[in-house]
Every structure is written in C-alpha cells, then in structure tokens.
C-alpha cells in the first residue's frame, strides 16, 4: 500500500491568513493525488483533483500543486468556513490511501 | 447534483454480517464514468477505502479486508451495496459511499453520502 503523511497534523490561523498543508506520498504517484474538506459530522468535500485541478464550485483561494512525492495545498486568506480537518487521497493505485488529516483551527 | 443514501442497521453483533446498501438518486450507476466506493473511519482515525465496483460488476477490495468484502451492484434498483463478514469491534466506523468519477488512472470521489455510524457490539 502506498503511505500518505501530511504535516502538519494541526495548525492553528486566524482568518486572513495563508494556510499551507503537506502531503508526502511513500512512492511516487504522478499527478494522482486529491485534497477534502471535512466538517465534524458530514462527509468529505472534494476541493483539488489531479493534483492542482479545482473542483466546480470551490473558491479560487484553494490552491493545489505537486507531483511525485510531495504535495501541497495552499488556502489563501483564510476564511470562517474554512476551519475544517483536510485529507489528502492517492488514487495511484489500488488499494486508495488517506493521509492522517490536518485539523486547521481557530487561533 | 446526484445524492447517495444508505439506509441500513446500525448495530451488528460480533462475528455477524455487516450489510449496507446505496441508493443513487440518477443514472449515473449505469455510466462507465464512475465507479462505486465504500469507504469507512473510525471515530478520530483517517478514512480507510475499502473498496469498489464498476457498473459491470467489477470489483476491486482492499487487500486487508479482501477475505470478509462482498460488493454487488443493481441497476434496476439504482443501488450498490456492501457485506462484510465477521465482523468485529474493530470494524466499529462510520461508514459511506462514494460515487468516483475515473478517468484512466485518474479518480477522484465527487459525492458522498453523509455517512452512516455501524457499531459492533453484542
């Protein structure tokens, strides 16, 4: 199974703020590689697919990017309703593979 | 916009069969766009994909629960569904389904049903 870790696990920022999160794949995945959104009690939102593609709908201030190993996805200016816990996927191979995830609260 | 539903029990006991099914509110079950997923996670843990099929009926599972999974698909009642078999309190999750748009080796889920909490317990 290929082995996602993102860093950090939790980050602390207050609206407005430039929010950046890492996702390090254990082999290399191309360009496969997606981000979510996830609020408590509901079910993962797609924001980035493909690496950097976003998703209809999501604000232009989600930024992805990366290949190979490493990935990141920037959230520029931080907004109320971003405060959320992110994953990232590897759709590579079988079988899927999650991060850990990583909480972005409110300072 | 399609919604996924997945009405089923919530408690299983021990060594018992845990069965979900997935209703899909289009046609997009009948597409060769998509594939069709399960994915559980445990109360503060990553989710963990479980695995998926095709509107043929192919299936993919994830290794480590290859022997127990069981996935099947209907078209006529617009549903997908999930077994697993001997379960135990580690298989304790919330558990959705997840329609995959698949592009060659690209895929990506773009809808879930908001999930459904599966305890096991006697």
């Given at each position: 199974?290929?082995?996602?870790?993102?860093?950090?696990?939790?980050?602390s920022?207050?609206?407005?703020?430039?929010?950046?999160?890492?996702?390090?794949?254990?082999?290399?995945?191309g360009?496969?590689?997606n981000?979510?959104?996830?609020?408590?009690?509901?079910?993962?939102?797609?924001l980035?697919?493909?690496g950097?593609?976003?998703?209809?709908?999501?604000?232009?201030?989600?930024?992805?990017?990366g290949s190979?190993?490493e990935?990141?996805?920037?959230?520029?200016?931080?907004?109320p309703?971003?405060?959320?816990?992110?994953?990232?996927?590897?759709s590579s191979t079988v079988?899927?593979?999650f991060?850990?995830g990583?909480?972005?609260?409110i300072? | 916009q399609v919604?996924?539903?997945?009405?089923?029990p919530?408690l299983v006991?021990p060594?018992q069969?845990?069965?979900l099914?997935?209703?899909v509110?289009?046609?997009?079950?009948?597409?060769?766009?998509?594939?069709w997923?399960w994915?559980?996670?445990p109360?503060?843990?990553r989710?963990?994909w479980?695995?998926?099929i095709?509107f043929?009926?192919?299936?993919?599972?994830?290794?480590?629960?290859?022997?127990?999974?069981?996935?099947?698909?209907d078209m006529?009642?617009?549903q997908?569904?999930?077994?697993?078999?001997?379960v135990t309190?580690?298989?304790?999750?919330?558990?959705?389904?997840?329609r995959?748009?698949t592009y060659g080796?690209?895929?990506?889920f773009d809808s879930w049903a908001?999930?459904t909490?599966v305890?096991?317990?006697?």
């Amino acid at each position: 199974d290929i082995h996602m870790t993102q860093s950090p696990s939790s980050q602390s920022a207050s609206v407005g703020d430039r929010v950046t999160i890492i996702c390090r794949a254990s082999q290399d995945i191309g360009f496969y590689l997606n981000w979510y959104q996830q609020k408590p009690g509901k079910a993962p939102k797609l924001l980035i697919f493909s690496g950097s593609n976003l998703q209809s709908g999501v604000p232009s201030r989600f930024i992805g990017s990366g290949s190979g190993t490493e990935f990141s996805l920037t959230i520029n200016s931080l907004q109320p309703e971003d405060f959320a816990t992110y994953y990232c996927q590897q759709s590579s191979t079988v079988p899927r593979t999650f991060g850990q995830g990583t909480r972005v609260d409110i300072k | 916009q399609v919604q996924l539903q997945e009405p089923g029990p919530r408690l299983v006991k021990p060594s018992q069969t845990l069965s979900l099914t997935c209703i899909v509110s289009d046609d997009s079950l009948s597409s060769g766009s998509y594939y069709w997923s399960w994915i559980r996670q445990p109360a503060g843990e990553r989710p963990e994909w479980i695995g998926q099929i095709y509107f043929s009926g192919k299936t993919d599972y994830s290794p480590s629960l290859r022997s127990r999974v069981t996935m099947s698909i209907d078209m006529a009642k617009k549903q997908f569904s999930l077994r697993l078999s001997s379960v135990t309190a580690a298989d304790t999750a919330v558990y959705s389904c997840a329609r995959a748009y698949t592009y060659g080796p690209m895929q990506y889920f773009d809808s879930w049903a908001d999930g459904t909490l599966v305890t096991v317990s006697s």
